[in-house]
């Protein structure tokens, strides 16, 4: 407990340092007086005195106690239990509280005095002590005001407090905090969940395995950007930021859709080469993909620069995840899709003359072996 107070009151000046913060409360600030008991256990053993004896007999002389066959106040409309205590001046007094009798289990011994198996010290503990997973801790509730939820606990873990806590203490987010990770963890299992559902989507639209992967090499160019426009902005990678680049999962798919699906029919109905129909999907396909970047980023931008009456807090960090994440897939889409199709049509026959050769040698090994 020693350990675990001084480093509260460690983190609690450190965080007093963080500007932009509201109030600071901490639980360990609930301090009253009290009684240390240190009982002597080899004397109390010997004795026939135990601590459940020993607890109880200083409870009743400084809490109090009562019992149902205890006399009561009787009153016009109601009884009122008595309890037993010792008076103010005695249980201030730890001479008078070091000669209550406390009952002995060893018969002939009796009643032994509580000085004689304990040690009394006026002291001072907290008013409640607070447990997380049947561990003692400390609470601290803060207020944000205005910063963000993800900038406040990046500061707190960098506090040097607590990154020096001793022995045995540990830090445990709990509140919004916990809430946030557990919110992240299973946003993140979420996002992979769309993106595989959007697999197979376009496995059953294309009849293909690796035209998908060609459409999907359109995402980490969104998220880089996505990351890029919030660390040059100063915004944290909070939750709408993370709704931003939901969406972006959806337009920089669609802007594949349109290179790849233009290609396969430039191919497949115009007998163009592979190079000719990429080349004119590039051509044809740009002016539409450009004025959706241009339409959708014109759109986030007010929202981006936070105008209007209402609290920009919130949606300022998806607009700008969602424009910069536009700027790079689209421009990077141009370059990187066509890229991408080359290689991935170039393993597609490398392994259809594989599997022709292979079926088409098997039949001739079986004739000559008979």
Not at 18 to 25: E, K, N
Not at 67 to 76: C, E, M, P, R
Not at 110 to 118: C, D, L
Not at 272 to 292: F, G, N, Q, W
Request: charged share 20%; aromatic share 6%.
């Amino acid at each position: 407990p020693q350990a675990l107070n001084t480093a509260a009151r460690n983190v609690e000046r450190d965080l007093r340092t963080i500007s932009g913060l509201g109030s600071i409360a901490s639980s360990a600030a609930l301090v009253r007086p009290e009684i240390a008991v240190r009982p002597d256990f080899a004397r109390a053993a010997d004795l026939g005195v135990t601590t459940a004896a020993l607890a109880e007999t200083l409870r009743i002389a400084t809490i109090g106690d009562y019992d149902w066959s205890l006399s009561k106040l009787n009153l016009a409309q109601r009884q009122v239990p008595m309890v037993v205590k010792l008076a103010a001046e005695g249980r201030r007094d730890l001479a008078v509280l070091e000669r209550l009798a406390v009952p002995s289990a060893k018969p002939g011994i009796g009643a032994v005095m509580v000085g004689q198996v304990a040690k009394l010290e006026l002291s001072s503990g907290p008013a409640v002590i607070d447990r997380y997973d049947r561990s003692r801790n400390i609470n601290f509730e803060i207020e944000l005001a205005s910063l963000p939820l993800g900038d406040v606990t990046t500061a707190v873990e960098n506090l040097p407090s607590i990154k020096n806590l001793p022995a045995g203490v540990k830090r445990i987010n709990i509140g919004d905090a916990e809430m946030m990770g557990e919110l992240f963890a299973s946003f993140g299992l979420a996002m992979l969940t769309g993106v595989l559902c959007i697999f197979i989507v376009l496995v059953l639209l294309f009849k293909d395995f690796l035209q998908p992967i060609t459409i999907l090499a359109a995402l980490p160019l969104s998220f880089g950007g996505g990351f890029v426009a919030l660390l040059l902005t100063g915004k944290a990678f909070s939750m709408p930021s993370l709704i931003g680049l939901v969406m972006l999962m959806g337009i920089a798919t669609k802007n594949s859709i349109l290179l790849v699906e233009y290609a396969i029919v430039a191919r497949r109905d115009h007998g163009m080469s592979r190079m000719e129909a990429l080349l004119d999907a590039c051509h044809k396909r740009a002016r539409p993909i450009v004025m959706t970047t241009i339409a959708m980023g014109a759109g986030m931008l007010p929202i981006a620069l936070g105008t209007g009456d209402a609290d920009s807090s919130f949606r300022s960090p998806m607009a700008v995840a969602v424009i910069g994440g536009l700027v790079t897939s689209t421009f990077l889409s141009l370059l990187v899709i066509p890229v991408a199709y080359t290689y991935l049509d170039d393993c597609k026959q490398f392994g259809s003359a594989l599997w022709r050769r292979y079926a088409g040698g098997k039949p001739a090994a079986d004739e000559a072996s008979v």
